[in-house]
């Protein structure tokens, strides 16, 4: 005899609920699911009603779920949010211009406005050109110091009051497992925060997929057929971020809650009193928030343009960093000197474009 | 470490003559620990000094201030080395047997044979060895007298209160629910029977994990010991600081691991249940062979996480009076709350399921405020009807069973259940109870 939901007691179920072991049917999970990220949503305070509100789009299965999720609890809670497709173009052929075919498909799909920015208006760089300059090794970290940099610009543009991201409960487990690998305690203690506070200028941020796991968000999917891009990035993943990922992975499978237990260890995780971090400032070239004078994107940037790749990226390639600009590794300058001793950027047009977003023709 | 060839590379460090002790210049070396190749004797000599260096600092000790200390020896390659360290640091300026740095030290072995049958012999083994030594105390205590309450040597030993596991306890709902059991079993019957309560690697090892501290703890008070040496490296450390933090442990990671803490760690003993097993038959075992994979291709590892867990500190506004019955440490206020605000298991609809259950028995009491995050988890894994031991002291039980009976009627799951008085409670926890 097929079993029963243990939630409805009616229906047949047919998916066990990795985060709960519940055996429940297609309706009920449909009901927790979306529940749950209601949950988070409310009891945090994400939103404001007639918030302008950027979703991070990658056509990725997390971005494709939570446009689609949004929307729904959009209108059955009147949260009275405008919601907005936001997508990056890093400039990766065969991978990021067929997942953002995707995300085109689910702009008619549901109905959401798309906008779509990229490296190469930004920083006059594609991926494919960086990647062509500095090889395979540290790539990523390229694509994820712009990225970030350029959802915000994106945001701005959009006049958009917030911007959600897909990241899952594993990406977020997996977050305090790296920094806690790498050493890196500012991090460590922000990064279970569900939201960042959007001062200075920056466009407040929100996972509401903290607590929601992976395996569930592909389920969901999968029942919904929510149409998503499922590729890896042609250039190779962060292979210590694999490291992690797969350890996390294995996990799981030994004790399914150990996605939450460890989001549960990183929340409780407090700096001891009198250790040194780093301060938030502004970057003197392009005023996006940074903790050195110069954000780390203008080094990367300034690297490229100078033909110094591995600027910004090892310790040994900061040294090559004239004395002029040397102050960019020190943390306790403050900006303020910084923006009168170091002009701007020797190419002055991709750093243009970064400040006004002239260049972009939307 | 003691790999003439590692995988590693040199990375910056200069070329040197790996043909020739690097410390004497003279002999071959034997073997390369950080980049530096040395022959045994040198080795000896360069460990010791760095030991003695460490813990003369942390220490400070003076002719004056002579510490008792407390040793806690699993026969393991750390445990082992560490006798040895202390001991030489002992006898330093002080060579003769009477005249020693040290005002008691006590060598203390867990006897694990109730769980491990494999490793009875060890025991006899460890003696010998200590006793080799002239100084040190031996002192061996089997696993199961955490059951007892009091001193394990005399007659007045008294049972530990145990707590059974009822039927209604549910990790999904977030309550856990204990009757008082009075088994008239033997101590290593019961502790046998609670290893067999579960199929969940992860578990026992918790489970001996407390057993363990509570034990060593205990242990260390009786003998009137101040400083509790374990055999804790580097790399162990690391291991358990991704382990804890797994299990949802981060609340109770500083004061577990801090050096400077009033709290305690533990040592691990060589025979345990995953060994020889698979990497994934435990998270212990799953983060041992992780970190270990991860130094050997980023040799920095396990200082980075060890050094960044020193400067980690137990959350603001967390109880540090209030301890998890089972395994001592900080319990967290709001666990069940945070549980239901992250996760929802019923619609409304059927949300009166849970209220239509029978009220509970008069005896049960709901401890689940008095239970840690990752206990909680650990409890989850175990059957129910299996009796626990209470690992803190008596006093502390039978003020939290006390302090249960006044909220009693304000339960605040509302599970229905008509809770007794505290008079009824204490009656009937008489038993167990210590006179002042």
Redesign the interface.
Same mark, same amino acid.
């Given at each position: 005899m097929a079993r029963l939901c243990e939630?409805?007691?009616r229906e047949k179920a047919v998916l066990k609920r990795p985060?709960?072991?519940?055996s429940i049917c297609r309706p009920?999970f449909y009901?927790?699911f979306e529940? +749950?990220i209601h949950?988070?949503i409310t009891?945090n305070r994400l939103f404001q009603p007639g918030d302008r509100v950027a979703i991070g789009a990658s056509g990725g299965k997390d971005s494709t779920v939570l446009a689609y999720v949004l929307k729904t609890l959009n209108e059955r809670y009147q949260y009275g949010l405008h919601l907005f497709l936001l997508s990056i173009d890093e400039g990766i052929t065969g991978y990021r211009d067929d997942s953002l075919e995707t995300v085109k498909r689910n702009q008619l799909q549901y109905d959401l406005p798309l906008k779509i920015v990229s490296y190469e208006e930004l920083y006059a760089w594609t991926m494919d050109a960086i990647v062509r300059e500095v090889g395979l090794k540290n790539n990523c970290t390229f694509c994820g110091v712009f990225r970030r940099q350029a959802l915000d610009r994106g945001a701005m543009l959009l006049g958009a009051t917030h911007i959600v991201t897909g990241h899952n409960a594993d990406d977020i487990a997996e977050t305090?497992?790296m920094?806690?690998?790498?050493?890196?305690?500012a991090r460590?203690q922000r990064c279970t925060e569900i939201a960042t506070p959007g001062e200075d200028g920056c466009v407040p941020r929100s996972k509401p997929f903290k607590?929601t796991y992976e395996k569930e968000i592909v389920m969901y999917a999968y029942f919904k057929k929510l149409d998503y891009f499922s590729t890896e990035c042609i250039y190779s993943p962060n292979a210590?971020r694999g490291?992690a990922r797969a350890?996390l992975k294995?996990?799981e499978?030994?004790?399914p809650?150990?996605i939450?237990?460890?989001i549960?260890?990183? +929340?409780?995780?407090?700096?001891?009193?009198g250790?040194k971090m780093p301060t938030q400032g502004f970057c003197s070239r392009c005023g996006y928030i940074s903790s050195n004078p110069l954000c780390k994107a203008c080094v990367l940037l300034e690297g490229l343009n100078r033909g110094l790749p591995k600027l910004g990226v090892s310790r040994a390639g900061l040294q090559q960093l004239d004395p002029q600009l040397g102050p960019a590794a020190d943390p306790n300058s403050p900006p303020t000197t910084a923006a009168k001793e170091y002009p701007s950027s020797s190419d002055p047009s991709a750093a243009a474009a970064v400040r006004t977003g002239k260049s972009l023709d939307w | 470490m003691c790999d003439v060839n590692p995988p590693v590379s040199q990375g910056r460090l200069p070329k040197r003559n790996n043909h020739i002790c690097h410390k004497c210049n003279v002999a071959k070396p034997t073997l390369k620990s950080r980049h530096t190749y040395y022959c045994q004797p040198c080795f000896e000599v360069a460990f010791g000094n760095k030991f003695r260096a460490q813990v003369g600092k942390a220490l400070k000790l003076s002719p004056r201030r002579k510490p008792r200390v407390f040793l806690a020896l699993s026969g393991g390659t750390s445990s082992r080395a560490l006798l040895d360290l202390v001991y030489n640091f002992s006898k330093l300026d002080y060579p003769t047997a009477n005249n020693q740095k040290f005002e008691k030290f006590i060598v203390c072995h867990i006897n694990e044979s109730a769980l491990f049958p494999n490793s009875t012999g060890n025991a006899d083994i460890l003696r010998g060895m200590v006793e080799a030594y002239d100084g040190p105390t031996y002192d061996e205590v089997p696993l199961e007298s955490a059951f007892h309450v009091g001193d394990t040597e005399s007659n007045d030993s008294i049972p530990a209160p145990l707590l059974r596991i009822n039927e209604g306890s549910s990790y999904v709902d977030s309550e856990y629910l204990f009757t008082l059991s009075r088994s008239e079993e033997s101590f290593r019957a019961k502790l046998q029977a609670l290893f067999a309560a579960t199929k969940k690697l992860t578990a026992k090892e918790e489970l001996l994990a407390d057993l363990r501290t509570s034990l060593l703890l205990q242990r260390a008070r009786q003998h009137g010991c101040e400083l509790v040496f374990l055999g804790d490296t580097c790399t162990r450390l690391a291991i358990r600081v991704i382990a804890l933090t797994s299990r949802g442990r981060g609340y109770s990671l500083p004061v577990e691991l801090g050096d400077g803490s009033q709290w305690f760690k533990e040592v691990v003993t060589p025979p345990s249940f995953t060994t020889g097993l698979p990497v994934k038959a435990s998270i212990d075992r799953l983060t041992e062979d992780f970190i270990v994979g991860l130094d050997r291709d980023f040799p920095s590892t396990t200082s980075a996480v060890t050094r960044t867990a020193a400067k980690l500190t137990p959350r603001d506004g967390l109880d540090l009076r209030k301890q998890c019955l089972l395994c001592l440490m900080p319990v967290e206020t709001d666990i069940p709350q945070w549980k239901s605000d992250i996760t929802v298991r019923t619609n409304t609809d059927s949300q009166s399921t849970k209220d239509a259950q029978g009220p509970s028995s008069p005896s049960t009491l709901n401890l689940t405020s008095h239970l840690c995050y990752a206990c909680q988890n650990t409890l989850s894994e175990l059957a129910p009807g299996v009796d626990l031991p209470t690992l803190v002291p008596p006093t502390y039980f039978e003020e939290t069973i006390a302090g249960l009976g006044q909220l009693g009627l304000t339960e605040e799951h509302g599970t229905g259940g008509a809770l007794m008085s505290s008079e009824a409670m204490k009656a009937s926890i008489q038993d167990f109870l210590l006179d002042d």
């Open positions: 939630i409805c007691h985060k709960t072991l519940q009920c009901q927790v529940t +749950e949950h988070t009891k305090v497992l920094n806690l690998l790498r050493g890196d305690v460590l607590y210590y490291y350890f294995d996990l499978s030994i004790r809650s150990s939450i237990d460890i549960h260890s990183g +929340e409780a995780f407090q700096v001891r009193r250790v | -």
